[in-house]
């Protein structure tokens, strides 16, 4: 067994410090994700695909350390409470990694297509307001700030709005010209995709509201995208 | 402090137990998600809906129980990788419970719509397929059988080579007459639902071989969904 002379609130601030550099990564991803898509950037898409190794790594090194720690140090309550809080970060930080890459490679299909402007644009406003519920929900991780975390977990509100109205006009394009299917099905899929970094973000919301308070977010959170549910009548236009 | 009379064996076991019982209401909740959906019947859509409630429920109680017991009875090695274990698996678990949700409420979408029974067939083999993964990797985890787990996660190339070939297929539908859009856009969701609920069982195996084995799964799995990176060109007849 190795003797470690590290002190236990050391560990926890190692623990804590690589969180926060997987979230680094996964920010740094998630904005060439998208920028791979709006410019039509294949190399760019290349390089976010691949920088999502590094993130999967990272979450393997954190549970890792997080098991490691509650079997030597056998933490009682607060301390237990943020290594437990920091798997399940670790765990949304890695799905958002999967779904950013999952936009890259979508980058890459439709990167030979024109698409239109005004396409595009309410995918950008969504990945804007994604972007700041992660970079808020991060910063609301590392300065145990409950209230900022729970504005993350009220606003994904509005980026599920979005997404329907994304999604509708997405819709609306593929009626109007069948030649549109195969690019604005990868954009349904991408705008789907930051939906669902939305959602991630605000479990990350809930777990630091658990890590700060101690008691779990037990109100269902307002469930803004309605698309699931959405029966899509034909524009008439393409009857 | 509460006291506690329970063995620790017994008390690993009602962990264990209740994992069990969390994935026969997931393997329920999915049945029936995907039968409301073929079957256009909005009231199982909405049982199965409902049900996810207790799922959500069941991954809190196994979770506070798993870091109750990791913080009371300080397990070490071979019995807080069990404890780890259960924490992932369960949710995951929660996860194909969200996606099966998913696929339930599109059945309400699509309820009032007919669909060509061809359309399904293919959506039917992938949750046959998805259920059968989901079935054998709990009982690969019930009876700690590693080669089994091994066996879903291999398994998993085939739903996704059909999610391909569903994913083609529904394209094609929606390029020949735009009426088929709106529907044809809930089973490309349903279907990627699937394709993802694989993907989950899959992390269970490796859960499972993580727990019996104690060394994770380092290869790459052999990834067979490769929609993402399909430049669409449209049908000649849609343009």
Known sequence: MEHTVKSYEAEL????????QMGGLVEQLLGNAFQSLERRDPGLAAAAIASDRAIDQMQREIEEQAVSMIARRQPMA????????????????????DLAKNIAKRALAVAAESHPKSLISGLRHMSELAMASLKNVLDAYSSRDD???????????????????VFRELLTYMMEDPRNIGLCTHLLFGAKNIERIG?????????????VTGTPLVDDRPKGDTTSTMPIKPDPKGS
Chains 1, 2 share one sequence.
Request: glycine share 4%; no cysteine.
């Open 199 to 211: 959602d991630h973000a605000t479990n990350v919301a809930e777990t630091v509201h658990y890590m």
């Open 147 to 165: 209230e900022k975390a729970l504005a993350v977990w009220r606003a994904d509100q509005d980026i599920d709005a979005l997404y329907n109205s």
């Open 13 to 20: 601030m190692q623990l804590d410090h690589k969180l926060t």
């Open 78 to 97: 607060q301390d237990l409470r943020q290594i437990v809080s920091t798997l399940k970060v670790a765990g949304d930080l890695e799905r958002i990694g």
